[in-house]
């Protein structure tokens, strides 16, 4: 089960009470006080894993608490301290305060781990109380309080680059031919119903990582389909992939303008990231309907059809490719960075895709 946002209480330990005792000893006369004091209340922290993908692991409502410290005792012992308590979530984990909205961590890097709520102090043992007036204390303090706080767990997935399109236009394929993730394909929509996130490798020692969000459909802004549900998983995606399907009854302007227009509306920032796209299931449409639907699309899209590449795209078929990646050499962000024909059924223009995905990553690296 794929869960993308929870509701939790958390409480830190109480701290543990501070004893009252006096030392009563053969051949002593008029022992004093020596009561410990109490431990301290366990701290709650958040880590940051790798390991874990979802937030599954959390129930409805849950009630997350740390150790509380245990009591002092006699002898001047202190009593021992609450164990803290390791609440472990996905990277791109954010904590809200579930009243006000605001985002109090922001969990990203794998090994990350912060204390959130800090746990109560023990309360002091009645040897502290004595004094030249008051040789024999009865009063040690109680432990103090732990902290609460009721939060909102809110799963956004990190990606380099974000597959967008409407359902069924061969996101998963794609995915899983250029990647290590293995989604589930199948010939009807919605087949994706949770995002994947997937590691492209270029070459030994470089990559980049893609997401495979669920279809998106007219309306998914306002929640329809699937709608915002998994649209907010590529807010933290720089580059998206718009995937505009060759072979659909959607008209191809149509697609791409639904697309642009859902994306826009749900976040402006995310409207004006970078972006490529790619014509898919090329193989599906007769050899002659190919070359003037892409020509018509690029023409379309205001650029003009490439006669060369460095990442060796199909010059049998029409595509369109900036120059260069970096704004500084030209590049224009309001325009695609590469519009080409692909298929990942016979691996049509999928190595010149990867490579030409990875430079437009590399670039927003540096």
Same mark, same amino acid.
């Given at each position: ?22 030392? %009563? ?24 894993? &790798? ?13 997350? /608490? ?11 012992? @202190?009593?021992?301290?609450?164990? /803290? ?40 043992? &009645?040897?502290?109380? #004595?004094?030249?007036?008051?040789? %024999?204390?009865? $009063? ?27 359902? &069924? ?17 199948? &010939? $009807?929509?919605? +087949? ?14 470089? @990559? ?33 992939? $718009? ?5 659909? $009854? ?17 976040? /402006?920032?995310?409207?004006?990231? /970078? ?5 898919? %299931? ?50 224009? @962000? ?11 059924? +016979?691996? #049509?223009?999928?190595?010149?895709? #990867? ?12």
């Amino acid at each position: 089960m794929f869960t993308d946002s929870v509701e939790l209480k958390v409480s830190s330990g109480k701290g543990g009470q501070g004893c009252v005792a006096f030392r %009563r000893e053969k051949f002593v006369l008029n022992g004093g006080p020596n009561g410990g004091d109490g431990g301290k209340g366990g701290d709650i922290w958040f880590k940051c894993d &790798n390991n874990t993908h979802t937030l599954s692991h959390f129930q409805k409502k849950m009630h997350i /608490k740390a150790d509380g410290g245990r009591p002092g005792e006699g002898s001047r012992m @202190s009593g021992k301290s609450g164990q /803290k308590k390791v609440i472990i979530v996905p990277p791109g984990t954010q904590i809200v305060d579930a009243e006000s909205g605001e985002i109090l961590l922001d969990m990203l890097v794998d090994g990350q781990e912060i204390k959130f709520l800090e746990g109560g102090k023990g309360g002091l043992g &009645n040897i502290h109380f #004595k004094s030249s007036t008051n040789q %024999r204390p009865t $009063y040690a303090q109680p432990g103090e309080k732990g902290e609460t706080r009721e939060i909102k767990l809110d799963l956004k997935l990190i990606a380099d680059v974000g597959l967008v399109g409407f359902p &069924n236009v061969g996101k998963s394929t794609l995915i899983s031919t250029v990647s290590n993730a293995r989604p589930e394909i199948a &010939n $009807y929509e919605f +087949t994706t119903l949770t995002p994947k996130l997937g590691q492209v490798d270029i070459g030994d020692f470089e @990559s980049f990582v893609m997401a495979d969000i669920p279809g998106i459909i007219g309306g998914a802004h306002e929640g329809k389909g699937l709608g915002i549900e998994f649209l907010r998983h590529i807010e933290r995606t720089k580059i998206l992939l $718009y995937m505009i399907d060759l072979a659909s $009854y959607r008209d191809l302007k149509e697609q791409i303008d639904t697309l642009k227009d859902e994306i826009s509306s749900f976040s /402006k920032t995310l409207g004006e990231n /970078k972006f490529a796209i790619a014509l898919t %299931r090329q193989d599906v449409v007769p050899p002659e309907d190919v070359d003037s639907l892409v020509n018509g699309f690029i023409e379309l899209m205001g650029v003009e059809a490439s006669k060369e590449s460095e990442f060796d795209f199909d010059d049998s078929l029409p595509y369109f490719i900036q120059k260069s990646a970096d704004k500084t050499l030209g590049y224009d @962000s309001s325009k695609p960075y590469f519009i080409a024909p692909i298929s990942s059924a +016979t691996s #049509k223009n999928i190595s010149a895709l #990867k490579h030409a995905l990875f430079n437009l990553v590399q670039v927003d690296r540096d």
